[in-house]
């Protein structure tokens, strides 16, 4: 069984920054192939941003440039590095294990006002 916690989220002006965290408990590979995911009210979840096994991350397109995705493996954690937020980027973001996503958090909010 995998848990992921998720923690960062927030209240930031638009052009500002956040730092999103996600740690995981349970599976030691669980960060193996992890992505952050973010979903608006009445909009689909959809996929920003993801690590595979050999550490090669891909974006969204909405995001390439402005977020960045990392990992530190000795704390079993994934990291979503979100800068020059819009107010298009308010959501829940999510962090998902898998590929496709089978275990997810409970999300952080990430508000971004204009």
């Known amino acids: 069984q995998v848990q992921l916690v998720e923690s960062g989220g927030g209240l930031v002006q638009a052009g500002g920054s956040l730092r999103l965290s996600c740690t995981a408990t349970?599976?030691?590979?669980?960060?193996?192939?992890i992505g952050w995911y973010r979903q608006a009210p009445g909009q689909q979840r959809e996929l920003v941003a993801h690590v595979n096994a050999l550490g090669f991350p891909n974006y969204a397109d909405s995001v390439k440039g402005r977020f960045t995705i990392f990992r530190d493996m000795s704390k079993n954690s994934v990291y979503l590095q979100l800068t020059s937020l819009k107010p298009e980027d308010t959501a829940t973001y999510y962090c998902?294990?898998?590929?496709?996503?089978?275990?997810w958090g409970q999300g952080t909010q990430v508000t971004v006002s204009s």
């Open positions: 998902g294990s898998g590929w496709p996503a089978l275990y």
């Open positions: 349970g599976r030691t590979s669980s960060i193996n192939n």
